[in-house]
């Protein structure tokens, strides 16, 4: 049989020889585009002429399901079973993106066209999530061909094509289909790498909560000169309850959405954790978020309020005109143990104690967090897996500073998850110019070898009866 260097090596040589590209190529020019409206026939076409004849290649069985909410993108369940008395692996991807937005991209680029430039991977869903799920698939096909076959567990993997849209469907999917999906470990790739140059592994994600604050004061705008010192000025007045919630450096001043104290066991995984450390990453601001933690902590360990943009009037041509309204859309990214189901009355009653009883307030969408202990048998035996393939150890993020639909794969399904992704920072994910970078791709490729072939040696927490007392640390 040959030998786990010699897959490393296979997966290497997918990239070197211009495979990997030429795959990416491909699943870049469908223009699958979620965050738009009803799901559109380019969705379908990314699982049923993409990736299913490369999974059906590697034995796996694949059936491609209708979205239970309406206008929701389809779903892909794909299984390769090898015996009942075996152990499984869920994998995860989501083949849909954001919008191109065609025109803004850097001069000889584009959304939909794979262009390598300067050791880097241009086009909409490189990052996101197309090339991470890409080096997965392909350092699966080379652990498969290097075994000859025989992996000793069995795979299922999980693609849907609405997450850009808040994932509609996919709870109801996982609820319906949970049979299908049983598994012991969770391993996917999503979101970024803390740093480029080494891996991050991450065990689940904050939660998000978008919601709206809005206050109309009348049907119409009037005169500012005619009426202004004698009717209510709602951009004025929604400004001062955006203030009661969160204060002039960024600190959170409703109690009831602030979470637990951060666990000894966070605080120690979140130790080493630099933030900020890669060229194109932003200057941290001193003094801004909550006192007394690292920047570490306050992203992965602590709660935060954002006002993701405000309207009156009209900013672009702005009228001498008292506006009849103003809106405020924010967003809570929050840790586990934080009331987030609870949030529009509590933002609701924080706002009527501070005189702000008028201000309405809307949730839109939601997700909760997720967060496995860092004392979990996989997050050591993913460290040495990381450490094996590739010469260093990994960053360790007890969760993700952004949201993933994480819960579904935890709390629904129950298992442990892992997360190892393949992006950076500062890859322009959502925005023009989005990218992956290549050193990292090609490391990526191998150290995902590395965790497919030790998932089939003796050492794998779920042999020998370690998987019980994994489960009992979820």
């Not at 495979?19 to 026939?41: H, I, K, N, Q, Y």
């Not at 849907?160 to 949970?178: D, F, N």
């Not at 140059?197 to 000169?225: D, E, I, K, Q």
């Not at 007890?398 to 892992?418: E, K, Q, R, Y």
């Amino acid at each position: 049989m040959t030998t786990r260097d010699e897959s490393l090596a296979q997966a290497r040589r997918h990239f070197d020889e211009g495979r990997f590209e030429a795959e990416l190529a491909r699943r870049v020019a469908l223009r699958t585009e979620s965050d738009a409206g009803p799901a559109g026939p380019a969705l379908w076409a990314y699982l049923r002429d993409e990736l299913q004849p490369l999974l059906s290649s590697m034995g796996f069985a694949c059936q491609i399901l209708d979205n239970p909410v309406a206008g929701g993108g389809p779903f892909m369940i794909a299984h390769r079973h090898e015996a009942d008395d075996v152990p499984t692996v869920l994998g995860y991807g989501h083949g849909d993106v954001v919008s191109g937005q065609e025109g803004r991209w850097s001069p000889g680029l584009e959304p939909w066209r794979l262009q390598a430039r300067d050791n880097r991977f241009y086009g909409r869903g490189t990052a996101d999530n197309k090339g991470q799920h890409s080096i997965n698939l392909a350092a699966f096909a080379a652990v498969l061909r290097a075994r000859e076959g025989r992996l000793g567990y069995n795979t299922t993997w999980l693609f849907e094509m609405g997450e850009e849209a808040a994932s509609p469907g996919l709870h109801a999917v996982c609820e319906q289909h949970r049979e299908q999906l049983r598994a012991d470990l969770f391993l996917s790739s999503d979101g970024p790498r803390v740093r480029a140059s080494r891996p991050t592994l991450f065990l689940g994600s904050r939660g998000a909560v978008n919601f709206s604050l809005r206050l109309r004061s009348r049907a119409r705008p009037y005169h500012s000169g005619n009426w202004g010192g004698v009717l209510t000025n709602p951009a004025v007045v929604l400004s001062h309850a955006v203030a009661t919630l969160v204060d002039a450096r960024g600190r959170l001043r409703v109690p009831a959405l602030c979470p637990p104290p951060p666990p000894p066991s966070v605080r120690a995984a979140l130790a080493s954790i630099p933030i900020g450390d890669d060229p194109d990453a932003p200057e941290l601001d001193e003094g801004w978020g909550e006192p007394g933690l690292s920047p570490a902590e306050r992203l992965m360990a602590w709660n935060t309020l954002e006002v993701l943009a405000l309207g009156a009037g009209s900013a672009e041509r702005p009228i001498n005109a008292i506006p009849a309204e103003a809106v405020a859309h924010c967003q809570l990214r929050f840790v586990v143990g934080t009331p987030w189901r609870d949030l529009e009355r509590h933002v609701r009653e924080h706002l009527q104690k501070q005189g702000f009883g008028q201000v309405e307030v809307s949730v839109s969408i939601s997700g909760a967090a997720t967060r496995l202990d860092p004392s979990n048998p996989w997050v050591e035996w993913a460290q040495r897996s990381i450490e094996r393939s590739c010469g260093q150890r990994a960053d360790v993020l007890p969760n993700l500073a952004g949201s993933l639909p994480n819960d579904v794969f935890a709390d629904l399904l129950g298992m442990p998850t892992l997360w190892v992704p393949h992006s950076y920072p500062a890859c322009a994910q959502h925005a023009p110019d989005e990218h992956l970078l290549a050193p990292v791709v090609r490391e990526g490729l191998a150290l995902m070898a590395g965790l497919y072939w030790d998932l089939g040696e003796p050492a794998a927490p779920w042999r020998e009866g370690a998987l019980a007392s994994s489960r009992a640390l979820l």
